[in-house]
């Protein structure tokens, strides 16, 4: 198979599903082998999803005939130079500009359209690597527990857009500048989680964990999809959190798409993933994983907002 050699640099990469072992991936080569999955046959038969049809007007073409003998294929991989660096904020609070191209907006929607149809995929956060899903789906989500090899007792967080998304999804009990002024960021706020959300997605708490990552990614997948993603890190349960696609290439073989965001930090503070606060008990804060941005998070809560410190779970 020829080798496709691309800069890596930060720019995003788009990977469809393999189900072979092999993968091998150099800091400027990728090798890839390709076939259809029976997850999304089942699904296709009122869709044509052959080539580009299924993803836009792109340059990932990808081979669609369904045969149930493993092919060599070689992905051209797209480039996105700029659009898919986090989101930074100036000292006025106002986010940066970004540029935005064709490219960058058909990566999303066929990301969202993977998801839509019961995938599991990898994306870039603003503190490390997740794999994602769709909350309401409940096949793809016990497949998330699947691919993760995690207890079904640990809960998972969902990732909306906006702030208004955090009401329909849980019950508020903080003023919404208690909101703003921690997201976009690397905060997970727990609240009691409303009716509307899959009742399998969680089922032994009435807790809900929710983000919205300072990653413009992130944010546009979610206004994409119109719906929370089911998001967790993209790990073995247990491993360290990733900075780079590779080092959980070992995935790569469960998964329906991976989007390469390059090394997301330099620090291993960001391994420790987004801080999860439960806010749900009004007044009070309580810090269930320091994770990243605890420091921050707790002034903000304490000094700021005038919340009190719980440390007992057991009045949550």
Known sequence: MTAITRSMHRNFYLFYRTLVSGITVNKSTIIYQERVYPRFKSRSSSTNRSNSSYFGETQFQFHRTMSSALRNKEVRLQMLPNAFQPINNTNDG???????????????????????????????????????????????????????????????????????????????????QVLEDLLPGPVTVVFERSLELNPALNPHTHLVGIRIPGHKFMQDLAKECESPIALTSANISGASSCLRIEEFDSLWPHLDLVVNGGTLSDSNESRLGSTVVDLSVPGTYRIIRPGSAEESTSICLQEKHQLKKSTDPAKR
Not at 94 to 109: I, R
Not at 133 to 156: D, G, V
């Open 94 to 176: 106002l986010a940066v500009d970004l540029t935005m191209d064709k490219e960058y907006h058909e990566v999303v929607s066929s990301c969202a359209q993977c998801l839509a149809s019961g995938g599991v995929i990898a994306v870039p956060t603003d503190t490390i690597y997740g794999v994602a899903c769709m909350a309401q789906n409940s096949e793809a989500t016990n497949l998330l527990y699947e691919i993760k090899q995690r207890n079904y007792k640990n809960p998972i967080a969902i990732s909306v857009a906006r702030i208004d998304d955090i009401y329909r999804w849980s019950k508020v009990t903080v003023p919404r």
